[in-house]
């Protein structure tokens, strides 16, 4: 019960929620969390890192290479080849970037622990991915034929298939924050434009004041206070028509951050994960 109960608890606010969603790494987020620690990095990161697994798994070693005989350490992977199953050093990760025979070998950031990228009852990776039951899936669990009937495509291809999704709400996102700066814009010529006028209104009803003899001198008042309380109104609703744009183009700025994070993704585990 208390693992349950500590599969279904938000890694970032402790809550508990109703369905499950882990990371490949294993750790679980609830939507909400999982979405501003995304958007939340901005141009910081170009891709989301679990917050827990850079306090526990800091440092992944390459599996090619011997201690060094002065220090006797290993060198520290930059990538994880989820084929060969092998974290390589820059020196060892040559290979798979220069050789063709390497070009369909998918390599993500260091994994200190495959077990949550491969297949519980098959022990193989997960190279596949079924949209009927959004889960992973091996090629022996194709095989078997449990989802013969089922929409099933490689991840490479789901990966393509998402950024094309995420590529054109990106293009929505950027025309739509093109259309709030012009929205802006105009308002903020209206609200020079008004002020300009309202300066010359000013004006003109000092020089009514001045030329007025004393017997108007109250309606000139009257006008006054009349011209300011209106422009007054004007000015007022002219600011909260700004804000409510303003708040639109946040809002946009947003949704845009979390698309472009989500594009420069290079681990379609997680990509999956945070779109499913």
Same mark, same amino acid.
């Given at each position: 019960?208390?693992?349950?109960?500590?599969?279904?608890?938000?890694?970032?606010?402790?809550?508990?929620?109703?369905?499950?969603?882990?990371?490949?790494?294993?750790?679980?987020?609830?939507?909400?969390?999982?979405?501003?620690?995304?958007?939340?990095?901005?141009?910081?990161?170009?891709?989301?890192?679990?917050?827990?697994?850079?306090?526990?798994?800091?440092?992944?070693?390459?599996?090619?290479?011997?201690?060094?005989?002065?220090?006797?350490?290993?060198?520290?992977?930059?990538?994880?080849?989820?084929?060969?199953?092998?974290?390589?050093?820059?020196?060892?990760?040559?290979?798979?970037?220069?050789?063709?025979?390497?070009?369909?070998?998918?390599?993500?950031?260091?994994?200190?622990?495959?077990?949550?990228?491969?297949?519980?009852?098959?022990?193989?990776?997960?190279?596949?991915?079924?949209?009927?039951?959004?889960?992973?899936?091996?090629?022996?669990?194709?095989?078997?034929?449990?989802?013969?009937?089922?929409?099933?495509?490689?991840?490479?291809?789901?990966?393509? =298939? $998402?950024?094309?999704?995420?590529?054109? /709400?990106?293009?929505?996102?950027? +025309?739509?924050? %093109?259309?709030?700066? &012009?929205? *802006?814009?105009?308002?903020?010529?209206?609200?020079?434009?008004?002020?300009?006028?309202?300066?010359?209104?000013?004006?003109?009803?000092?020089?009514?004041?001045? =030329? $007025?003899?004393?017997?108007?001198?109250? /309606?000139?008042?009257?006008?006054? +206070?009349?011209? %300011?309380?209106?422009? &007054?109104? *004007?000015?007022?609703?002219?600011?909260?028509?700004?804000?409510?744009?303003?708040?639109?183009?946040?809002?946009?700025?947003?949704?845009?951050?979390?698309?472009?994070? $989500?594009?420069?993704?290079?681990?379609?585990?997680?990509?999956?994960?945070?779109?499913?």
């Amino acid at each position: 019960m208390a693992s349950l109960e500590e599969e279904l608890t938000c890694s970032g606010c402790r809550d508990i929620f109703s369905k499950a969603h882990p990371l490949p790494c294993g750790h679980s987020f609830c939507p909400t969390c999982i979405r501003e620690a995304w958007s939340g990095q901005g141009e910081v990161k170009d891709r989301f890192s679990c917050t827990e697994c850079q306090v526990e798994h800091s440092k992944v070693l390459c599996d090619c290479c011997t201690p060094d005989a002065e220090s006797g350490q290993l060198p520290l992977a930059v990538k994880t080849c989820l084929k060969c199953e092998v974290s390589l050093c820059p020196q060892h990760l040559q290979p798979h970037l220069e050789r063709p025979a390497f070009s369909s070998h998918l390599l993500v950031d260091p994994l200190g622990d495959l077990c949550q990228r491969k297949c519980p009852t098959h022990r193989e990776i997960f190279r596949y991915y079924c949209a009927d039951e959004r889960m992973y899936v091996c090629g022996d669990c194709l095989l078997e034929g449990k989802h013969a009937l089922h929409k099933v495509k490689a991840l490479r291809q789901v990966e393509e =298939d $998402l950024k094309v999704i995420l590529q054109m /709400l990106l293009r929505k996102a950027e +025309e739509k924050m %093109k259309n709030v700066e &012009q929205i *802006l814009k105009e308002h903020e010529n209206i609200d020079f434009t008004t002020a300009d006028s309202l300066k010359k209104d000013d004006t003109q009803v000092e020089q009514l004041g001045t =030329d $007025l003899q004393l017997q108007v001198k109250k /309606l000139v008042v009257a006008l006054r +206070e009349i011209t %300011k309380r209106e422009r &007054q109104q *004007l000015i007022d609703r002219m600011h909260e028509d700004c804000s409510r744009v303003r708040d639109d183009m946040n809002q946009t700025q947003n949704i845009q951050q979390y698309l472009t994070s $989500l594009l420069a993704e290079t681990d379609p585990f997680l990509l999956i994960w945070v779109t499913s």
